[in-house]
Nanobody, 128 residues
Framework: QVHLVESGGGLVQAGGSLRLSCAAS????????MGWFRQAPGKEREFVTV????????DYADSVKGRFTISRDNAKNTMYLQMNSLKPEDTAVYYC?????????????????????WGQGTQVTVSS
């Protein structure tokens, strides 16, 4: 089990940037596949991005590719999401999540059901 806490959300104008952080408790952070998901009002929770245990491999949803960057620092038990060129449609609650699955599971790494541990979420609001 790992406890996750997100931070860094807020209100930003379109075109602006934010960096989210996800702090994990415990000494086994490096053994987890880590992902970011988001949920907008009235919509299903959707995959944003995922990073392998080592941090060497990443995968992004098409809607954020080229604008968002996921990274992790296993020494600090922390994952990050750098969000640039933000759009109003990026407005959502952003959640970090941890999975014991493998990055090499293919499409499964994008499924929220593969993640057993979730943070409480942080609100990101992008104004037009």
């Amino acid at each position: 089990q790992v406890h996750l806490v997100e931070s860094g959300g807020g209100l930003v104008q379109a075109g602006g940037s934010l960096r989210l952080s996800c702090a994990a408790s415990g000494r086994t952070f490096s053994t987890y596949l880590m992902g970011w998901f988001r949920q907008a009002p009235g919509k299903e929770r959707e995959f944003v991005t995922v990073i392998s245990r080592s941090g060497m491999n990443t995968d992004y949803a098409d809607s954020v590719k080229g604008r968002f960057t996921i990274s992790r620092d296993n020494a600090k038990n922390t994952m990050y999401l750098q969000m640039n060129s933000l759009k109003p449609e990026d407005t959502a609650v952003y959640y970090c999540a941890a999975s014991t699955g493998s990055f090499w599971s293919g499409y499964d790494r994008r499924l929220s059901g593969q993640y057993a541990n979730w943070g409480q979420g942080t609100q990101v609001t992008v104004s037009s």
